[in-house]
């Protein structure tokens, strides 16, 4: 099951290959696909080419099956059959093929064709058995000689229109559902899945995972299997299908076979990642096919360092990537992981990973492709666990940590978040929920209170998952592109009065020890981009000892660097942000607030200023709330010094300073243009990141001094002035 490629697509994007891997299995958006055995009529695009069998011919024999056996056979998707061994195809053209294309010689005492019924069996309603299948051998690409009857039977085996991977001939799209050819094997799982006995918690929750099950129906004397169709509902849909695992055979398989998977996996990501791309459909918003591949014809060419790539094509839509996307997949992706990483029940092989991107805002994740589910015997699935673990950070690689990552780089939390698009689920203690609970209430008439709501994360309520509670609120990152986050905690006491005597001693140590106990405030941490790279990053966890009460504002104007200068709008910004929040500080007196932070987020269209952390909030009795506003004042006068710290020089003069000096009389020459005493130091200076250049005249004589700042011969005048604009 996948994403699908048409006839058409294939040509216009890159030509048919000899002897490639035929395409797995997927979905459609539009209408039914034909049977592979009827004919198809032509695409609105126009009329697709029809490609003929060549026949090779001799003066004394116009076909010889003895000679044409030799030559390496394609399978066709006649010639698989799901429930019997696979039969060789006659090499030479069928009388019925040849009477319907008169392009087709007919052979020499051909008789009437017959019609030709088959009896198949119904998979039965039990757990499925791990009996060896007859294999067909599938060829692999590098070992087969091209030659022009293989390209032209290549030509013909396309996969259906909504497929990514898989078999070509395999499916038929009948409106919200699937016909899917395939082996007994996955026939027996389905029914096995499905079963009104099936009584095991996590293969009920697997259901939610794998394609709903309709049974099973018969076309053109096959079985299918009838399934539910991923696409439906999903405008012009961009699709994905990942290959699961290292192992992509079974102990069924032949050694033959093993070798040439194994051969396969080398030069694909299965080998350095535990998973490939086995096809992709990408399409833009009015539904044009803008790339389709499938199997051999790209993943051989994608490797660890260009694979988010890939991914990023399924999720960019006019230049721009889908973040809401992004982050639907990787949250679906980790609820599949999750139930891997708890079930031992059953082993897959050669399964998928399926992504479906609509323009309706609709995202999808699904696990598929069950021929070779065997089972576990209690020993968990590390194959396709190592394959869906780098799967997601590939995503999060293309996502940047904008948001789970953000947060554990920043904070240091981790399994306490859940991101779901522009909301963020967090596990709390009843006290937070209630706080927020009573300032969102909507009769709420403590004019404090509700001034407050304009510095907190927006709330939505209360979810209840796996027996944690977690409040549902804004998520500050959403749709923030690239940004630089702080966490600063607020306060010199960081513990709580419910804190036992010793975990209030063991803050109260760990306090001295950084700026909680100078500033009243620290950095509990920071992620600063250059750009799109990181440029700086760490969290509590991995200690903040650097940072004292001389360098802290450094580490604030951090946010504001834009490449090797800093951007007074941001710090005035962030400067102005703080000093509201203390002042909504000074002037409420009913709560006390203990590890509460500030949250800072800059990114380039956005600034925001939020107050986070609310666990342990107590009723102050009238008092105002010292702890804090110490907290905040001090981070204030932070703001403040780092923007002194970072004004730019100033250019004072447009030409040189004219001077007499004394020979060996020392001299301090101004450097950041702040002097009313141009070009001497009076010390304006203080604060800034200049100081002043002094310096000994040679001999006594005039000197002409820099006066544009500029120079590279301070203090003495170079010409600079007449080369900078003004």
Known sequence: MGCGISKKALKD??????????????HNTGSSNTPANKKTEPSAAGPQNKTTPSVTSSKSNPISPQVKAQEPQQKSAKEEKPLEPAKKADPSPSPQKARENPKVPLPENSPEPQKKTQEIPKPESKEPHNEPEKQIKEPELAAQPVS??????????????????????????????????????EFDFFEWLYSASQNDPLMIEMRKYAPQYYGAEERNGERYISMENLLTDYLNPSIMDCKLGRITWTPHHTEETKKNQEAKNKGTTTGSLGFRISGVVVKDEEGKKVESWAKNEGFFGINENNIHEQFAKIVTSKGEVNKDAIEAFIEGTKRILDWFQRQKVKHFVASSVFYVCGKNKKYQVRYIDFAHAMDANGVEDANVIEGLQNVIKIWERLRGPAAQEATDIVAGHKDRFIFRGDKLLKATSKNEIDFYKEVYNENCHDQQLIELRKFLPKFYGVEAISNKNYIVIENLLFQCHNPSILDCKIGKITWAPTHSIEKQRRKQNKAVTSTSGTLSWKISGILVRNGEAIAEAWNKDQGYSHVNQDNAFEQLAKLARKEDSYCKEILNSLLSETQSLRDWFKAQHSKLFFTSSVLYV???????????????????????DNNCIKGLTNLAESWNRAILFHQPRLRPCRSPYEVNLEQSRPYYYCDCGRSKKQPFCDGSHQGTQFLPVGFMAAETKTYYLCGCKHTKNKPFCDGTHNTIEW
């Open 602 to 624: 800059v990114s380039p269209h956005k600034i925001q200023v939020k107050l986070i952390d609310f666990e342990y909030i107590f009723n102050s009795s009238g008092k105002p």
């Open 13 to 26: 994007v890159s030509p048919a290959k000899p002897h490639q891997e035929e395409v797995k299995l997927s």
């Open 148 to 185: 022009k009857h293989s390209k032209n039977k290549e030509e013909n085996k396309l996969p259906a229109e909504g497929q990514a991977g898989g078999h070509a001939g395999t499916l038929i799209f009948e409106g919200n559902k699937l016909l899917k050819k395939a082996k007994k094997g």
